[in-house]
């Protein structure tokens, strides 16, 4: 079961959600203080901090993530960029070095930070730590793929929790309904930071 069918199912009441305010479009053009965060409660104002969330990179058949992810730079949005793994391309668009010299790499079970983050957390709202991790597991029971991508990605995303709302990141979104979705859903589970995410093609043709 993808990440995207479990946002979508019912919820027991004591998982009850947030109601989500309905958002004017914005026309293309908008400034920066137009960019209303889904989610938020607030728009997103020039400066706003926003962390995004990618399987890998640079994919050079995702210009479509590079090219918005520079748009909402010209914006005047304060992006920053967190790939779940390293793509070792030998070929990429110019414009993309930039952004791998300054995207951000979590590292795997082996670094001592990303254990003091999750004992952090376990420390700080034990219930909340154990629930994001249970429901995670559960939204992706059935599918081999997500559940052991749900498994591997679980221990980052807790150190991108810590991170983040060290750095006073004020949204989160993540390109695709699989793994990059779930991490910016633990993230927000974790700090309360508002996330969002684009489901693109490729995720019709995943394990639903």
Aim: hydrophobic residues 45%; positive net charge; proline residues 7%.
């Amino acid at each position: 079961m993808s990440v995207l069918r479990f946002l979508a199912q019912p919820r027991p009441t004591w998982l009850e959600r947030r109601p989500v305010p309905q958002a004017e479009p914005v026309r293309v053009g908008a400034r920066s203080q137009d960019l209303a965060a889904l989610g938020s409660h607030e728009p997103l104002r020039r400066g706003a901090r926003i962390a995004y969330f990618t399987s890998r990179f640079p994919k050079l058949t995702e210009t479509f993530v590079l090219y918005e992810l520079l748009a909402v730079r010209r914006a005047g949005l304060e992006v920053r960029l967190y790939p779940l793994q390293r793509e070792h391309a030998e070929t990429c668009h110019p414009e993309a070095a930039q952004l791998v010299e300054e995207a951000e790499f979590m590292p795997w079970l082996a670094s001592g930070t990303l254990w003091v983050a999750h004992l952090h957390f376990l420390v700080r709202d034990p219930g909340a730590y154990l629930r994001t991790l249970g429901r995670l597991l559960w939204a992706n029971w059935g599918s081999w793929r997500y559940w052991w991508g749900a498994v591997g990605f679980f221990p980052k995303a807790v150190l991108l929790a810590r991170k983040l709302e060290a750095a006073g990141v004020q949204h989160l979104h993540a390109h695709f309904a699989s793994h990059p979705a779930a991490v910016a859903y633990v993230v927000h589970a974790l700090t309360g930071i508002p996330f969002s995410f684009t489901a693109h093609g490729s995720d019709l043709h995943r394990d639903q």
